[in-house]
Every structure is written in structure tokens, then in C-alpha cells.
């Protein structure tokens, strides 16, 4: 049935309407307790999710929005909020954020044989829908899906020859299982200094990089005029194109090198190569680090992190807008698999955490670089500060690279398994 609303400019009002009261009332006393364990973000990312479902008022299928929202503005706001990247402060938080990041991909790729044993062993058959080499290989999608993106999911999907039908429902599987947990992460970062107490971690490194940060905020802040947000948009939207550009250029170079090497890029696991979603966001990236180390951080003072925050935001009211928890309901037994498997990979994350005394936002992050990627992970990393939403960004695209090695080996394991 379609939505009430199917008009993408009337459904762009009614997100900006929805995030601009959320954040009104999360600066009124009367709500500090409300929004104490349910954080702003949350509800950005939910309330569009009930407007598609149960109540049917919009729908992300329908709607061109996140496309917009992931193409335009996420890009945007990886630049913005890198352009004031603190390098030597972000090298002071350790060794332990690349830890927490491999053991979440350790995680996933040891998640899935576990949670497809576990499910064959207590689940009837009945409640699986197709055979059981149709279910490893679909499995094997997901597992690049979290440890990469989609285009590591689309190179699983052509290495192990998964049916279309098949294909389809793991992709459900895999964006609300993700959300599920994606929503738990949110809640933490709310409550994210007495997880850390749970934890026994010190997270001093990373409450000096936002004392550092925000004290470099306060040196170059200074009101905006006119000329200064036309530079800021300049630079945001220039490099956006830049990064199209790019993108363009280098995605069919790869493409024809693969035909020319006679497949070689897909046979051995490096179709992110040839994805141009994949170099959008690495030029991007690369771009507004580039901008760092010049006099255009100096931008910072006239609110560029405050703008890539609202372009974030944005993209999350358009995630939440695909969100149709009512798919759950369809398919039991894949979402059985896909719950286990996600346990599997938290309980593998909060171990390690314990274990050498890692600070909430490295599993959060470490977490979501693997599981949500590019679009999800600096969101995340946001919801502990705006300043640290950069290194969200740069883990995601390490979690590109090791998304088809990592889902390669897990679709191994769960065949052995299976």
C-alpha cells in the first residue's frame, strides 16, 4: 500500500519539522530527564522509522531522500568535520581503538558460523525458508555488509552465486538486525561514563581530544557573515564534487582494468575497487583531512562542524525512514540467525572491552566502522561529540578494505558449519 505522503519535498519539511522539535525540547529543563535515556539521536533515527512503519505516513522505499541525504550531505559533512581534524590528538588515543575495530571484525567473521550452528541446532526447519546451501551463501552477503558495505555485500553476492530471491530477504535481515544494534549503541553513548566505569576504562585520551578541540572551537570562533558561509559552502559542496568527480574518473578505470585482467579485482576479493560509492567517500574524506593542515580549519569558527552535524543528522532521519521493523515478522528464522550472530560479535567486543580496559566509544565505534560503515559510523561517533565524529569516518573506510577478506573467510567457516 503506499504512504500518506509520497511527495519527497513535503516528506524533506516534515523530517526537518520532527528533528528541529526534537532538538528544542532536549534543551528544555522539563525534558532532561526524558532525553537522559532516550538521546536526540535516537529519536531522529526512530520517529521516521514509525512514520513508515506501522503508521504507513512515509516510506524510505519510495522516497529518494537518502540517496540525497548519502550522496550529497554525507560527503559534505565528512569534510566539514574533518577540516578541523586534530591529528596529534587523535594519535594519543592509542592502540586501542584499532584493537576494538579488529575485534569487532573478528567478531562478525567468527559470528556467523556460530550463529547458523546455534540456529540449525534449536530452530525447526520450518521456520528457515530456504535450503541450507542457499543459507550460507546468502549469510556470506551479510557478513560483508557488516564487516564492509555494500559493495563488499554485492561482491559476496557474485562470488558465492547467491540467488536474487535469497539476496533480497539478507538484505532485510541485515538493515534491521543492524539498526537494532545500531539503536543499543545510541542509548550507550547516552550512558556511555558508566559503561565505562562497568569497564574500568580509562577514557581520559578521549576527554582530552574534546577539551582540545573545543578549545581550538573557542580561539577562531567569531560571528559569520555572508561571505565566510558562502567560503564554508564553497569548500563543503566544491569538495563534494571534487569527490563526484573522482569517483567518476576512477571507478571505470578499475572496471575496465577487471575486464582486462580478466576479472582478476573480482576473483580476488577487491570489487570495493570498483565501487563509486566507495571512492565517494574516500576522496571526500581524504579531502577534508587534506583541508586540515591548512588555513581553511580556520572554518571551524564559523560553524563547520555545526553544519556537517545537521547534514549528519539529516542523513540519520533518512536511515530511519527505511526502517520497517514489520519485515521481522516475515522471516523468523533469518532473524533468529541474524540476532545470534550480532550477540556473538557484542559479547566478543564487550570481552575484549573488559578485558584491556577499552573506553565505550572504541566498541561503539569499533563497531559500527564495521557494521554501519561510512554512512553510519561517524553518526555514531558523533553521539559521544560532534569532535569525534572523524574518527568514526576514518575507521569505516579501514572497514572497507578488509570487508570482502573478512566476509570471504566468514562464508568459509559458516560452509564448514553448515
Not at 516534515?14 to 526524558?34: E, G
Not at 530452530?123 to 556470506?140: A, M, Q
Not at 559521544?384 to 567457516?413: E, I, K, Q, R
Amino acid at each position: 500500500m503506499d504512504p500518506l505522503i509520497t511527495n519527497d519535498a513535503v516528506v524533506f519539511g516534515l523530517l526537518l519539522v520532527i528533528l528541529a522539535l526534537i532538538f528544542y525540547t532536549s534543551s528544555l529543563d522539563s525534558f532532561k530527564k526524558f532525553y537522559t535515556f532516550f538521546p536526540p539521536l535516537l529519536l531522529c533515527y526512530f520517529i521516521p522509522g514509525l512514520l513508515n512503519w506501522p503508521l504507513n505516513i512515509i516510506s524510505g522505499e519510495s522516497s529518494n531522500l537518502y540517496f540525497v541525504a548519502s550522496r550529497y550531505m554525507l560527503p559534505a559533512s565528512l569534510i566539514l568535520l574533518c577540516l578541523s581534524i586534530d591529528f596529534k590528538g587523535i594519535r594519543q588515543l592509542g592502540s586501542k581503538a584499532l584493537v576494538m575495530f579488529l575485534t569487532a571484525t573478528f567478531g562478525i567473521i567468527i559470528g556467523g558460523p556460530v550463529a547458523l550452528f546455534a540456529a540449525s541446532a534449536i530452530l525447526p526447519e520450518s521456520v528457515i525458508s530456504v535450503s541450507t546451501d542457499e543459507l550460507w551463501r546468502g549469510l556470506s552477503t551479510i557478513a560483508g555488509s557488516w564487516i564492509g558495505g555494500g559493495a563488499n555485500q554485492a561482491a559476496m553476492k557474485e562470488i558465492f552465486e547467491v540467488d536474487d530471491l535469497v539476496y533480497s530477504s539478507m538484505i532485510v535481515v541485515d538493515v534491521i538486525v543492524a539498526n537494532i544494534w545500531m539503536a543499543f549503541l545510541l542509548i550507550g553513548a547516552a550512558q556511555s561514563d558508566k559503561i565505562d566505569k562497568i569497564l574500568k576504562a580509562d577514557n581520559s585520551s578521549i576527554t582530552a581530544l574534546k577539551e582540545k578541540v573545543k578549545a581550538f572551537r573557542d580561539k577562531v570562533t567569531k560571528t559569520a557573515t555572508t561571505t565566510d558561509l558562502f567560503i564554508l559552502f564553497a569548500v563543503a559542496f566544491g569538495g563534494v564534487a571534487l569527490a563526484h568527480l573522482g569517483a567518476d574518473l576512477v571507478t571505470p578505470m578499475f572496471k575496465n582494468i577487471n575486464e582486462a585482467s580478466n576479472n582478476w579485482l573480482s576473483d580476488n576479493g577487491l570489487n570495493t575497487l570498483m565501487s563509486g560509492f566507495f571512492w565517494l567517500i574516500v576522496i571526500a574524506t581524504t579531502f577534508g583531512v587534506g583541508l586540515s593542515f591548512t588555513k581553511a580549519r580556520n572554518l571551524e569558527g564559523v560553524g563547520a562542524s555545526k553544519f556537517g552535524s545537521v547534514f549528519i543528522y539529516i542523513l540519520v532521519a533518512t536511515i530511519g525512514m527505511k526502517m520497517n521493523i514489520g519485515e521481522v515478522f516475515k522471516n523468523p528464522g533469518l532473524f533468529a540467525i541474524g540476532l545470534i550472530w550480532m550477540l556473538v560479535h557484542v559479547i566478543t567486543l564487550l570481552g575484549v572491552a573488559k578485558l584491556i580496559k577499552a573506553p565505550f566509544f572504541f566498541v561503539a565505534v569499533g563497531s559500527q566502522a564495521n557494521v554501519g560503515g561510512a554512512a553510519s559510523a561517524p553518526i555514531v561517533a558523533s553521539a559521544f561529540d560532534s569532535s569525534l565524529a572523524p574518527v568514526g569516518a576514518l575507521m569505516a573506510v579501514l572497514g572497507y578494505a578488509l570487508g570482502t577478506y573478512g566476509a570471504w573467510a566468514c562464508a568459509l567457516l559458516m560452509q564448514a558449519a553448515s
